[in-house]
């Protein structure tokens, strides 16, 4: 399988870690210590050798840090981790700290009151992260080697997985036309060139995948971007042995050992986004300028042969998960556990011959773990199913020619009614995200209030973003498009995003709703203005369980929706169906 259910962290282990860690700090005169999630490369998922929070901590989750002082340690984390973070870490070692209500450079002053020398790595802070924290009276920041690489023995090694082509009629463009539009953006910011540290831009841009990190394919590379669409690709000689030809003689490569030289030897003014680039790197530069990543655009709108592939791609996805879902429902054992449920999942997926990876851990819930949002099964926490109201099953698959994110909660007995009601009011927010109708330059801020509205009505609401991007045959989680509270990034055609409200009571049950849409330019309906408008179109196609659907909640029009869409997957999957799978298919896409 490629998920696993091994337990990979201990709260317990954090005491001797931190004391290691501690007596480093003491040796280098360090009164505090930072240790973020993030690696170099500023991604949400990182390599095991770059799991420094975990290890040091025990807390897995995707995004967050710790700082660490010589009598106290804290673990910031966001709502989507308020339950997880203190089932994973010690509460007599680490105090956890809700992010980002309150920041570093608020909670710091209190923790030292009268001042001190904070270490961190610079190859893993950005400058947006430590502007604020420099400006602190009375605290040093202080670049410093890696005190977590210098007191773990056993670390991994760094992954050096080989790269591989992706194929242009899967892309739509060669990248020499990207690297041609690339170029004209750096041009236009008035540099000579861009430095990225972002594997999943590179991938994108030289149409190349890896498998330097599990989930994402990708490898882990840095490149410069020249005015004139030249490309110096930093990385592991050995990782492009597939690709040379591939790249061609306008893409150079350099050993990781010479990026420091070839940092230094850029002429002219030289571009980096301060909330991703490393300050090792910026800093680095004799010319640095501050820009827009002028990749980020790009990548995040799709190209027309891209929205194809990911069509195809969630057809076979949407089939192997009617196929789960059916199993699930009729043919599930008595003593079926969350571990069987993510087992069984990913043998369905299997079974199309074409799946490549999950794109994340499958979070299967059963009851209270439900409400633990991103929550990972392992060995120890395994639940049976078996006496539980409901399931919440949020899964993905990586196919060569697209990346699939999907969640359901489905009964496992008769819903209660407050079970139902909640989830019919999670469903009429995800309904109304599908059926908007928006003006070019809205942002996913401007959207995010539709999909909470129901919950909002009556004193409820959720903890985490409303949609994120995704990519193609990339990372599940892509930016810099989402649909949530704080992003002011205005949605264009072809961009891909999540759509997936919810509702968790800690310690009883979570629903969760999901589908992937896309941004498409609006069909004009007779009377409308003429005027340019966009909308989404939905390409996950799997049944919402009609069973927790309270049906006097909904409006004519909400209910004219679920029609609809239930009379498209039963369209679009049921002929790739046969048997009990598809009549199980046609009963749950029944009129309500």
């Known amino acids: 399988m490629f998920q696993t259910f091994d337990v990979t962290a201990r709260p317990q282990d954090a005491v001797p870690r931190v004391a290691r860690l501690r007596a480093w700090m003491n040796e280098q005169g360090l009164d505090a210590f930072l240790v973020p999630r993030a690696d170099a490369h500023q991604g949400e998922y ?26 106290r340690a804290a673990v910031f984390a966001d709502g989507r981790y308020s339950v997880q973070v203190k089932v994973q870490t010690d509460p007599d070692t680490f105090e956890t700290v809700d992010w980002p209500g309150t920041g570093l450079a608020d909670w710091l002053p209190g923790a030292l009151p009268k001042g001190g020398r904070v270490g961190f790595d610079p190859w893993l802070h950005t400058e947006a992260e430590l502007t604020r924290l420099r400006a602190l009276t009375g605290i040093e920041m202080v670049a410093c080697d890696n005190g977590v690489d210098a007191v773990w023995n056993e670390r991994p090694p760094a992954p050096a997985g080989a790269m591989s082509v992706y194929p242009q009629a899967l892309s739509g463009r060669s990248h020499a036309e990207k690297r041609a539009q690339i170029a004209e953006a750096v041009r236009a910011a008035g540099i000579t060139a861009f430095v990225t540290n972002q594997p999943d831009a590179l991938a994108w841009l030289l149409n190349i995948r890896g498998s330097d990190i599990v989930r994402t394919p990708v490898a882990q590379a840095f490149g410069v971007v020249f005015a004139d669409g030249s490309v110096d690709l930093i990385c592991a000689p050995t990782k492009v042995d597939a690709v040379i030809d591939h790249l061609g003689p306008d893409v150079r490569v350099t050993a990781p050992e010479g990026f420091a030289a070839l940092l230094a030897g850029l002429s002219g003014a030289v571009g980096y986004d301060p909330s991703s680039c490393p300050v090792a790197i910026s800093e680095a530069l004799a010319q640095p300028v501050a820009v827009t990543d002028p990749l980020a655009l790009p990548k995040a709108v799709k190209s027309t042969a891209e929205i194809a592939a990911t069509t195809q791609a969630h057809l076979r996805d949407g089939a192997a998960m009617v196929r789960f879902l059916r199993w699930l429902d009729e043919d599930r054992p008595d003593d079926l556990t969350e571990i069987g449920v993510v087992r069984a999942l990913e043998q369905f997926r299997r079974d ?118 995704v990519g193609v045959y990339l990372g599940v989680h892509e930016g810099p498009q989402r649909i949530s509270r ?21 310690g009883a049950f979570g629903i969760r709703i999901e589908n992937l849409i896309h941004v498409i330019e609006a069909p004009r309906p007779e009377g409308g203005d003429d005027r340019d408008m966009l909308g989404f179109e939905t390409l996950t196609w799997v049944p ?49």
Request: glycine share 10%; hydrophobic share 40%; net charge negative.
């Open 46 to 71: 990182v390599a095991p050798c770059d799991a420094r929070l975990a290890w040091i901590s025990g807390f897995t989750g995707s995004a967050g840090f710790a700082v660490i002082l010589a009598d």
């Open 486 to 506: 704080v992003s002011q990034v205005p949605l264009q055609p072809g961009m891909i995003l999540s759509n997936e409200p919810g509702y968790y009571r800690e």
């Open 352 to 469: 199309t011959n074409q799946l490549r990876d999950v794109s994340f851990e499958t979070i299967a819930g059963s009851g209270p773990n439900g409400a633990i949002v991103h929550y990972r099964v392992n060995e120890e926490t395994d639940r049976p199913l078996a006496g539980d109201p409901v399931l919440l099953v949020d899964s993905g698959g990586q196919y060569l020619d697209g990346t699939t994110d999907i969640t359901r909660t489905v009964p496992l007995i008769a819903p209660p009614r407050d079970i139902a009601h909640a989830f019919t009011r999670v469903l009429q927010g995800m309904v109304a995200v599908s059926r908007v109708r928006f003006p070019r330059g809205v942002a996913g801020c401007h959207l995010d209030a539709l999909a909470r509205a129901p919950l909002w009505s009556e004193h409820r609401d959720y903890d985490h973003g409303t949609g994120h991007g």
């Open 544 to 592: 919402i369980d009609r069973r927790l659907i309270l049906t006097d909640l909904l409006s004519p029009d909400e209910r004219a929706w679920i029609d609809g869409y239930h009379a498209t997957v039963a369209e679009k999957i049921g002929p790739l169906l046969d048997g009990a799978d598809r009549d199980w298919l046609l009963r749950m896409t029944a009129r309500l």
